[in-house]
């Protein structure tokens, strides 16, 4: 069982910056999309930002999250990142990174309903306040 694992939550001043982690129980090989969803406090769950690797390397971020949010991958280490600047108090919310290992022509989602991502983390807090 593939299992996936966020760090790199908590509290940060408004203007600040998080770097959050995704680290897999087991070594991944043929990563493909990588997605990285939050929920804020009595909401539903929101696509972040996603990536394809394995097909036209391309990016999907929601209109919040463009500019400022940024998807990366250590291949060595084998982690996944989501870098976030500029954080406002409305991106306070427990985040959650998802993998997929079946490829995609397509394209990423960032709506998880439609099932795309089979592994998911257990989430980590991120709270913007001053």
């Known amino acids: 069982q593939l299992q996936l694992v966020e760090s790199g939550g908590g509290l940060v001043q408004p203007g600040g910056s998080l770097r959050l982690s995704c680290a897999p129980s087991?070594?991944?090989?043929?990563?493909?999309?990588v997605g990285w969803f939050r929920q804020a406090p009595g909401k539903g769950i929101e696509g972040v930002s996603c990536?394809?690797?394995?097909?036209?390397?391309?990016?999907n971020s929601a209109d919040s999250a463009k500019g400022r949010f940024t998807i990366s991958r250590n291949m060595i280490a084998d982690m996944v990142y989501l870098e976030m600047d500029r954080l406002n108090p409305d991106d306070t919310g427990v985040y959650y990174c998802?993998?997929?290992?079946?490829?995609?022509?397509?394209?990423?989602?960032?709506?998880?309903?439609?099932?795309?991502?089979?592994?998911w983390g257990q989430g980590t807090q991120v709270t913007v306040s001053s």
């Open positions: 087991e070594r991944i090989l043929d990563w493909h999309t």
């Open positions: 998802a993998v997929s290992r079946t490829p995609y022509p397509g394209g990423c989602t960032l709506e998880a309903a439609k099932g795309q991502y089979s592994y």
């Open positions: 990536h394809n690797y394995f097909g036209d390397d391309g990016t």
